[in-house]
């Protein structure tokens, strides 16, 4: 059985671990680097990336996490794709780096701070209920970048080899697709966890 970890530091990280045990694998809430030697897969929740990145910083998790994600899968939601992203609009300073995107905040402006919307998203044959929190979009993709989904022209959902992105909350609704997808590229991931 795989092992998804969810990463606890901030943020919405109860309704990961409900998905995660939702498609049949093991969750465990993340809190300390050694943690991350058994899991196969992170996801790093929604919440507020600059806040995340302050207890990211005090429990000394950037450089463990970037390595993490050299060789194992890592799902970010929001301010997780945030924190994911190459770059950073606005001349802000990026944070893991993990995949070519250039990722700008609360890009869908004050008057649309929460919505939701169907999405189309490939290969998935109905639409998904995406729920929008002061979401940021992916402004620009570098060519080996899979796009998945665009809202009115954004780019919303993506993905570069073990490396996905949404913009949205799938965690916030019961539609599980997302988190079997991410089950799909652990799968497929050659490097197995210690455990
Ligand atoms: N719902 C969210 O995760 C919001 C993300 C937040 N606006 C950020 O930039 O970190």
Do not use: W
Not at 69 to 97: D, F, S, W
Not at 103 to 116: H, I, L, M, P
Not at 166 to 186: I, S
């Amino acid at each position: 059985m795989k092992t998804i970890g969810v990463l606890g530091l901030q943020g919405a990280v109860q309704e990961h671990v409900s998905h995660i045990d939702a498609v049949g694998c093991k969750s465990v809430v993340v809190k300390t680097v050694e943690q991350l030697e058994h899991i196969d897969g992170l996801i790093i929740p929604g919440g507020e990336s600059t806040t995340m990145r302050r207890f990211i910083d005090q429990y000394g998790f950037l450089e463990p996490l970037m390595k993490f994600g050299k060789q194992k899968p890592i799902y970010g939601t929001c301010a997780g794709m945030v924190l994911l992203a190459n770059r950073l609009a606005g001349g802000e300073k990026p944070h893991l780096q993990l995949i070519d995107i250039t990722v700008k905040r609360n890009a869908f402006g004050r008057q649309r701070d929460s919505f939701e919307a169907k999405l189309n998203v490939k290969a998935m044959e109905t639409p998904f209920p995406a729920v929008f929190i002061r979401a940021p979009f992916v402004e620009e993709a570098g060519a080996n970048v899979e796009i998945l989904a665009e809202y009115e022209g954004h780019i919303v959902a993506a993905r570069q080899d073990h490396i996905l992105v949404t913009a949205f909350h799938p965690e916030l609704t019961d539609d599980t697709r997302f988190m079997k997808l991410f089950l799909q590229m652990v799968k497929l991931n050659k490097s197995a966890s210690t455990l």
